[in-house]
């Protein structure tokens, strides 16, 4: 929050500075370098505070768990406290895919002019739980539950593209690669080539390859943990779409699957 947003937010009546100062405490303690933690003094002087409003803080935290402290006297030190790790955990159990991704959705499908979907990996399948629909006069029949085979769709691609090449392998065992059209990958060791492609680019193209007439785009999202809880394509009609669109219609997905990923709580390795 930002200097500024914290003077209109503390110009508001519902204001209450005491739930503010503990929470501009957690804030400092966060950012204490790892296995070092914070003295009252320091902590009084990131927040601005008084040693006295400091240490009451602190004192009051730690009564919660939201602050843990070592040592003695001169030498005491505090630290975020395990507490924050069980509401955190809650907070995640909290967290509905389909409410974080709908908003992300809705732009993506008004930024592309195609229907965007979200799905979840499911038996080997990719099951959609979530569609916005365009309003294009050519619609392509979606339906929601529907089960898409991992080896010629843009979300089952996505998804297997998560995995280790010995565990998709399981996959295309347990599944099978049927031909649906004359462009479905048939062959499990050009589709690993092509899942490394996928690993590159951040999304994954199906290219007519489950229904004639008809491309999907994919890419995979990531939870905190930076685990594969599903993934979003989006879905049209192809007509002589050339390959620099495809490429922007790609990049426009994964851009979408990383905000998603990100309001999850996922975060990147540097």
């Known amino acids: 929050m930002t200097n500024e947003d914290r003077k209109t937010a503390a110009e508001s009546r519902y204001w209450v500075g005491s739930v503010a100062r503990a929470a501009e405490v957690l804030e400092a ?17 990131r927040c601005g505070l008084s040693k006295s409003a400091a240490f009451s803080t602190l004192y009051t935290l730690r009564h919660y768990g939201l602050v843990a402290d070592d040592g003695e006297g001169m030498n005491r030190r505090y630290r975020l406290g395990m507490g924050l790790t069980r509401l955190g955990w809650r907070a995640q159990t909290q967290i ?17 002019g195609y229907a965007s ?15 916005i629909e365009n309003r294009e006069r050519i619609q392509v029949d979606l339906r929601m539950g529907a089960r898409e085979l991992p080896h010629c769709t843009g979300l089952g691609k996505a998804l297997l593209a998560e995995m280790p090449d010995r ?5 295309l065992k347990r ?14 060791k050009t589709l690993l080539a092509h899942l490394r492609d996928v690993r590159t680019l951040g999304y994954a193209l199906d290219d007519e390859e ?15 943990r930076g685990e594969c809880v599903g993934a979003i ?10 390959t620099w669109r495809q490429q922007e219609l790609g990049r426009a997905v994964r851009d979408a699957a990383v905000e998603i990923s990100q309001r999850l709580g996922y975060v990147a390795a540097s």
């Open 29 to 45: 303690l966060a950012s204490a370098e790892p296995g070092t933690g914070m003295s009252v003094t320091e902590v009084a002087s």
């Open 210 to 224: 489950d229904a004639e007439g008809v491309f999907c785009v994919g890419s995979a999202l990531r939870n905190h």
């Open 175 to 188: 599944v099978g690669m049927p031909r649906r059209t004359d462009r479905t990958i048939t062959d499990p």
């Open 167 to 171: 565990q998709v392998l399981e996959v």
């Open 96 to 112: 509905s895919l389909r409410d974080i991704a709908r908003p992300v959705l809705a732009e993506l499908t008004r930024e592309t």
């Open 233 to 242: 394509s989006i879905t049209g009609v192809n007509v002589d779409v050339p």
């Open 117 to 131: 979907r979200l799905a979840v990996d499911e038996s080997d399948q990719a099951v959609v739980i979530d569609q």
